[in-house]
T-cell receptor, first 117, second 114 residues
Framework: AQTVTQSQPEMSVQEAETVTLSCTYDTSESNYYLFWYKQPPSRQMILVIR??????QNATENRFSVNFQKAAKSFSLKISDSQLGDTAMYFCAFMKIDGGSNYKLTFGKGTLLTVNP | DVKVTQSSRYLVKRTGEKVFLECVQDMDHENMFWYRQDPGLGLRLIYF???????EKGDIPEGYSVSREKKERFSLILESASTNQTSMYLC?????????????FGNGTRLTVT
């Protein structure tokens, strides 16, 4: 079974600064996807960024980027130029690819990020 | 935009009651999921369905059942609610392409069992 570990239950950052959220995972699979999801106080979970394990290049989405270290099984999220709207719970998630329709995610416990003005 | 609608935002039920949580998606997605979210535990998968009338157990199915009679609707059933089922419940859907399109979540139902 896969496990996803987020070692930082809470973090805070000043507006406009950069913050990195950590995530490690454990799997014996070679082909999988990794995700960061964001859950703001409004509650709806939305996708921030995703990374295919077979791609060496780190994914980026505007101010969000990842540092994917496959050998170390590490998948951290960097948020640049933090904004107040980035305040949310962030979840790291793992999805193995088994060739069927079995597309279920395994989530970490989450990191609560607060952006301070 | 994909819309995943959970019928109730807040629900209060008594111990022993049968509880139905309803979820409807409007994008013809094959896969639907029920997660439970608890502080310090993250999201845990209860059940999922990859087709009408198909269901598979997730990581914590005990005390729950599901029903998927129509493609757009996925119901979570608590046969006899207990206080340890007080939690936030999140429904999600995705097309069969899986990771090529992300999970789309509903707004959640906060269930309190007294």
């Amino acid at each position: 079974a896969q496990t996803v570990t987020q070692s930082q239950p809470e973090m805070s950052v000043q507006e406009a600064e950069t913050v990195t959220l950590s995530c490690t995972y454990d799997t014996s699979e070679s082909n999988y996807y990794l995700f960061w999801y964001k859950q703001p106080p409004s509650r709806q979970m939305i996708l921030v960024i995703r990374q295919e394990a077979y791609k060496q290049q780190n994914a980026t989405e505007n101010r969000f980027s990842v540092n994917f270290q496959k050998a170390a099984k590490s998948f951290s999220l960097k948020i640049s130029d933090s904004q107040l709207g980035d305040t949310a719970m962030y979840f790291c998630a793992f999805m193995k690819i088994d060739g069927g329709s079995n597309y279920k995610l395994t989530f970490g416990k989450g990191t609560l990020l607060t952006v301070n003005p | 935009d994909v819309k995943v609608t959970q019928s109730s935002r807040y629900l209060v039920k008594r111990t022993g009651e049968k509880v139905f949580l309803e979820c409807v998606q409007d994008m013809d997605h094959e896969n639907m999921f029920w997660y439970r979210q608890d502080p310090g535990l993250g999201l845990r998968l209860i059940y999922f369905s990859y087709d009408v009338k198909m269901k598979e157990k997730g990581d914590i199915p005990e005390g729950y059942s599901v029903s998927r009679e129509k493609k757009e609707r996925f119901s979570l059933i608590l046969e006899s609610a207990s206080t340890n089922q007080t939690s936030m419940y999140l429904c999600a859907s995705s097309p069969s392409a899986g990771a090529l399109s992300p999970l789309h979540f509903g707004n959640g139902t906060r269930l309190t069992v007294t």
